[in-house]
T-cell receptor, first 113, second 110 residues
């Protein structure tokens, strides 16, 4: 079955630690996205990538980093510079065509110890 | 003004009721419009795209008003399983990203 796989489902970060969230898709989509969702709020764009080896900052990129070495993979690293990392993180992908839709992974809940 | 605005609700309606949500957007160049449904602590799932002529999918009807820059979602004969948060999503022409509204929470009561 085609889809987007995020792991882990739950992640705990110690102060000063970098953690990496995994996102893999087998939909052959060109574009991939990372969003952050805080309780009771909408989704905010962290980073996006329209093509392999290229990515752009979204609205709240500070304290995060990404890579896009393969079409299928778009990992997100939450660095120690992100002072308020507790949130629900969602990875998404789309075809890159007009009138495209977004497809989401099941999300990772990150909490600070 | 936020790019996409929605009434956060909650809308509490009895089973069988008809309920409507509106969403306004600020970018007049927006080209694609969607409604997503999100259950608590789950990923958003596409409910329906919204087309210029309006479209219907079973109990759900979506409308687009470009002149007033809003889209709407009508749910008829509400079911308990319709309880969720409904996200309005807008996209400008190719190359622009998807912009999400904050969502409208619906609770269908027995």
């Amino acid at each position: 079955d085609g889809g987007i796989t995020q792991s882990p489902k739950y992640l705990f970060r110690k102060e000063g630690q970098n953690v990496t969230l995994s996102c893999e898709q087998n939909l052959n989509h060109d574009a991939m996205y990372w969003y952050r969702q805080d309780p009771g709020q909408g989704l905010r764009l962290i980073y996006y990538s329209q093509i392999v080896n290229d990515f752009q900052k979204g609205d709240i990129a500070e304290g995060y980093s990404v890579s896009r070495e393969k079409k299928e993979s778009f990992p997100l690293t939450v660095t120690s510079a992100q002072k308020n990392p507790t949130a629900f993180y969602l990875c998404a992908s789309s075809t890159g065509q007009s009138n495209e839709k977004l497809f989401f992974g099941s999300g990772t809940q990150l909490s600070v110890l | 003004r936020k790019e996409v605005e929605q009434d956060p609700g909650p809308f509490n309606v009895p089973e069988g009721a008809t309920v409507a949500f509106n969403c306004t957007y600020s970018n007049s160049a927006s080209q694609s419009f969607f409604w997503y449904r999100q259950d608590c602590r789950k990923e958003p799932k596409l409910l329906m795209s919204v087309y210029s002529s309006g479209n219907e999918d079973g109990r759900f009807t979506a409308q687009l008003n470009r002149a007033s820059q809003y889209i709407s979602l009508l749910i008829r004969d509400s079911k308990l399983s319709d309880s969720a948060t409904y996200l309005c999503v807008v996209r400008a022409p190719y190359g622009q990203n998807f912009v999400f509204g904050p969502g409208t929470r619906l609770s269908v009561l027995p």
